[in-house]
Structure formats: structure tokens, C-alpha cells
């Protein structure tokens, strides 16, 4: 199926995020005081479904695949800062003429002497980026738009450097969609029909490489279509060697309340909610992704003891999980 009028709807028909009907693509939370020095033309154009902006990134080379007009990626120069490295990657040249026009006055509200940000003409399903040459990967409801899911988590396992992380909002349905229904046009643009079965993106991501990605947020979106009900996901994978499943080496971690912004505490994802100075069981897997990320400085790892079988990364009762949804599935943590 040819997804060309997918461009043509952000690139013609949709000029602001109120011309969008659906729940799905228009609803995003942003820090008001990185949006600031954000001008309006961009931030009129906001058509994600959440803010996958995760912390860290400064010095870091961030990649949003699909930035449209440049919302994420203007948030994302002011996190990396001058000295950091912004790409956005999108086939829309209408968006991209919006980005590239802002990027002048939206860097002399920074006050960076000169431009972190590039933008590119391309497709997702084929990263015009170097591989092993970037720490973060973003997207912002952009990944359902695409009939090879398949080919885009390739990509962003080869563009990652080792230990590098995805860190995505999208759409996921908790059924397959039907073809009919992925032949409408306005409901594949809007983000609903072309989203992937929660379980088959999983496949998915397991085949690119990703064994374990932890859901980091999820909300019921209030549309519904056919009896299938759509959530918006926040998801974060790393590019390491992990198992298919949570196994338990009586590890424990303690987060040092050292990551700016975040010195109360760091969620990881919906089961593993870290307090500054609290020692947490944690399981192989999480123990590789503390200590083998840009996240190890700040994480107090002890070493592997003994198996002790397969390790529960669900989320507690009175724990801060986001949504009702469990953060493991049947294979892993996803």
C-alpha cells in the first residue's frame, strides 16, 4: 500500500494541529519553558501523541525521526546544548521549509552562535544518517504512518551507537486493524488505522534487535473504531545484549540522584521507578540497561550473583506506574 497522501496531509490539507479530528496525533505534553523560545509557526504545527524527550542528552547526537515542522528537535537543541548534535528526518518538504525558516530565530532566542540542528529529506525506512552515529533516537507518533515497521526498527538499531536508546511515542491497537480500515485515508494519516497489534510491534522490535523495551507511559485514547481501542505508548529500547526475559541474579540497584532534573527520583519505565539513595531489586536486564546506557554514571550496580529463576518487572501495588497497563509482557519487560 502507497502512503504518498500521508505527505500530502501534512504537507496541504493540515496546516495546524486543530485541523486534526482524531484523539491520536494531537495530544502532547511539553515543558512550557522549553517551548519559550519556540516560535509560534512551529509550535502551531505540534502533532504528536506524547513528549518522547527523554533526560540526559546533553553533548549527545539526537535523531526524531519524523519531526514534521521541528517541534521535538528545537526541544531537544536546548537539551543537548551547543556542544550537542540535533537531526530531524522527514518526507514532507512542506514541514521541513516550516523547520529550516525557523532555525535562525530560534537560535538567536537560544543564543547559540551557531545552528545544532539539521533537518533532512527522507524516509524513515531508509535513515539518511551514518550508522553507529547516534545516542538517541526520538519520534513522535510517526512510526504507525509506516507499512514497513519492520525496515524502520532496522534502521534505528543501525543508525544507534552500543548502548544507545529509542525513546518513542506512538499508537498501538490492541487487535489487528483490518485492511479496509487501513485503506482510509484519513483515519491512516490521523494515526489510528495504520498503528500496529501491541504484540506485533513487539515482534517486531525483538527481530530488530531490541529484545526488552519497557513501556514508559500509556493512555486510552477516547477513540474507538470497529471495537478496537488504541493506546498512545511511550516506549524506550536500548541497543544492547539483553535476554527475552526478566531473570532475576539478586541484583540491586541504587540510583544516586544525579541526573539533572530527575534528583528525586528516575523512572526507567512503568515497573522500575528509582528514589535517590533506595536500594531496588532488579533484574539482569534492567542491570544491563543502568550500567551499559549513558545512564551507568549515575546508578550504583551490584554484580550478578546466582540465577534465581525469572525476576517479576511488572509494576507494584503503590508504585508510580502511569497506567493500568502491566510493564511486562509475555516475553520480557515489554
Known amino acids: 500500500m502507497s502512503t504518498e497522501f500521508v505527505s500530502d496531509f501534512y504537507g496541504k490539507e493540515v496546516q495546524k494541529t486543530e485541523d486534526l479530528i482524531f484523539d491520536a496525533c494531537c495530544v502532547a505534553d511539553y515543558d512550557l519553558a522549553l517551548l519559550q523560545p519556540i516560535t509560534d509557526e512551529v509550535k502551531a504545527r505540534r502533532y504528536g501523541c506524547g513528549s518522547p524527550i527523554p533526560p540526559l542528552l546533553r553533548g549527545r547526537t539526537v535523531l526524531d525521526l519524523g519531526c514534521g515542522a521541528g517541534i521535538d528537535c528545537f526541544i531537544a ?7 550537542g548534535r540535533v537531526i530531524g528526518v522527514d518526507m514532507t518538504a512542506e514541514q521541513l521549509e516550516v523547520a529550516r525558516r525557523n532555525v535562525a530565530p530560534i537560535m538567536a532566542n537560544l543564543g547559540y552562535a551557531s545552528s545544532n540542528v539539521t533537518f533532512l529529506e527522507g524516509r524513515i525506512e531508509e535513515i539518511p544518517v551514518e550508522s553507529g552515529s547516534v ?16 525496515r524502520v526498527f ?18 498501538v491497537a490492541d487487535r489487528r486493524v483490518p485492511a479496509h480500515l487501513k485503506e482510509d485515508k484519513r483515519l491512516y494519516s490521523e494515526c489510528l488505522s495504520g498503528a500496529a497489534y501491541a504484540e506485533d510491534l513487539r515482534r517486531i522490535m525483538v527481530r530488530a534487535g531490541f529484545e526488552d523495551v519497557r513501556t514508559v507511559s500509556s493512555r486510552l485514547l477516547r477513540d474507538e473504531i470497529e471495537g478496537i481501542r ?14 527475552d526475559r526478566c531473570e532475576d541474579y539478586g541484583q540491586v540497584a541504587v540510583y544516586k540522584g544525579t541526573i539533572p532534573e530527575h534528583t528525586a527520583r528516575f523512572t526507567l519505565d512503568q515497573g522500575h521507578v528509582f528514589r535517590a539513595g533506595n536500594p531496588v531489586r532488579i533484574c539482569r536486564n534492567t542491570a544491563e540497561m543502568l550500567t551499559g546506557s549513558r545512564f551507568g554514571a549515575h546508578f550504583v550496580v551490584s554484580p550478578a550473583l546466582m540465577h534465581l529463576g525469572l525476576f517479576d518487572c511488572s509494576p507494584q501495588p503503590g508504585s508510580a506506574a502511569e497506567d493500568d497497563a502491566p510493564a511486562c509482557g509475555p516475553s520480557g519487560c515489554c
Not at 545516542?135 to 519492520?150: M, Q, R
Open 135 to 150: 545516542d538517541v533516537v526520538i519520534s513522535n507518533c510517526v512510526i504507525n504512518l509506516s507499512t514497513a515497521k519492520e
Open 230 to 243: 488504541f493506546r498512545s505508548v511511550v516506549l524506550r529500547g536500548f541497543k544492547l545484549e539483553l535476554e
Open 154 to 171: 532496522a534502521e534505528i538499531a543501525r543508525v544507534l551507537k552500543p548502548g544507545g536508546e529509542f525513546y518513542i511515542a506512538d499508537i
Open 77 to 83: 537543541a536546548q537539551l543537548v546544548g551547543p556542544e
